[in-house]
């Protein structure tokens, strides 16, 4: 359960990691603003602000998430490149995502510019985290194309705009909680929230179509354990 009756406190906090856990994983795996996750909260007796919420939801969810990664098996070896626009504060920020062939989103990286340089400071980053995959797939922007020349020459570059849906229709969740968030207010805000967002995705959108009911209900039990494993590991 999520939602425990543990009664351990984080110093500062008025209520329990499981409390503070929960809303959390209100605010993140649901496409709902800080507002619902208060009435939400207030349906179970538990009166917070909407501020507070705020407060732990910046604090807790980039650990959570980090530990998500952590969890998480290796990545596929074929690796779906894209990226975004998106509008803070009237100036075009450009969100890059890196998804595996299992649609599990593999790193992000908010930039103002959408150039080599900006593509090869992605890639570094992904290839620290991830080693190099077999096959990359882009869009036709050469930017991607002088990054992996640089930096992971060996590895087959597919360019086709129609090879990329997989990465595009990550974008998706991303523009339905923009228009809830009414924009993004800085680029740190964007990195920090979609970096949480997309880590809570991979643990709690398994591929239903792909599962039995059985399996799917497994999948989700496991979920809801590890998560409130880990909201029982955070410190103030």
């Not at 992605?122 to 190099?132: A, D, E, I, Q, V």
């Not at 909680?177 to 970096?195: N, T, V």
Request: glycine share 6%; aromatic share 8%.
């Amino acid at each position: 359960m999520i939602l425990s009756p543990d009664p351990a406190r984080l110093k500062g906090h008025r209520y329990p990691r499981s409390v503070i856990g929960y809303a959390v994983w209100l605010y993140y795996r649901f496409a709902v603003s800080l507002r619902d996750v208060e009435d939400l909260l207030a349906e179970r007796g538990i009166l917070v602000s909407y501020e507070t919420i705020r407060v732990w939801c910046r604090r807790y969810g980039p650990r959570i998430a980090a530990r998500i990664r952590r969890h998480r098996p290796p990545s596929d070896d074929k690796w779906h490149l894209d990226e975004m626009v998106i509008v803070i504060r009237g100036r075009k920020h450009w969100l890059w995502r890196a998804v595996d062939a299992r649609g599990d989103t593999l790193e992000i990286l908010v930039q103002s510019r959408r150039n080599a340089r900006a593509a090869k400071r992605f890639l570094r980053k992904l290839l620290k985290r991830w080693g190099c995959p077999r096959v990359m797939v882009t869009d036709k922007l050469p930017s991607y194309g002088a990054a992996k020349r640089e930096l992971c020459p060996g590895v087959e570059h597919r360019r086709h705009k129609g090879l990329n849906n997989r990465a595009e229709a990550s974008h998706r969740h991303t523009r339905r909680r923009e228009k809830i968030m009414g924009r993004f207010k800085s680029a740190g805000q964007a990195q920090i929230f979609l970096s949480a967002q997309d880590q809570t995705a991979a643990l709690f959108r398994p591929k239903r179509h792909r599962l039995t009911a059985r399996s799917n209900r497994h999948a989700r039990a496991d979920a809801f354990s590890l998560w409130a494993e880990m909201t029982a590991q955070l410190a103030a």
